[in-house]
């Protein structure tokens, strides 16, 4: 069956606005954790080392998915099922990057001499 293409679609799925809210709310607590982690850990006295480069890298683009994610959410059309999921998605991957990141940076500090 063929549909016509001046006929109306139906309505993409939505979110309730209240609930995209939170998750706002709570991408943006996350952000801001990661980007005060990143600035105080970049600029950290220590000397750096081969590895930091390969943590500085996860951290950067961890934070770049979050933020990417953070601005899909503030968008109008984020009510809209699909987007939201998306974009969740995209922010739960810059957190677990982000993540990894900070996990090479503690088995590095306990493996190394000091």
Known sequence: MTTDPGSPR???PRIDSTFR???LTAMGIV???SLGFTVQWATD???WMTTDFIEAIALAIGVALQIKALAEM???NSLEIPIY???KNR???GLLVTAL???MMIVVNVVSPT
Do not use: K, Y
Request: hydrophobic share 40%; proline share 8%.
């Open 91 to 93: 922010f739960m991957l």
């Open 85 to 87: 999921q998306r974009a």
């Open 21 to 23: 809210n939170g998750s």
């Open 74 to 76: 503030l968008e109008v």
């Open 101 to 103: 990141g900070i996990a």
């Open 31 to 33: 952000l801001g954790f």
């Open 45 to 47: 006295d220590s000397p």
């Open 10 to 12: 139906e309505p993409t």
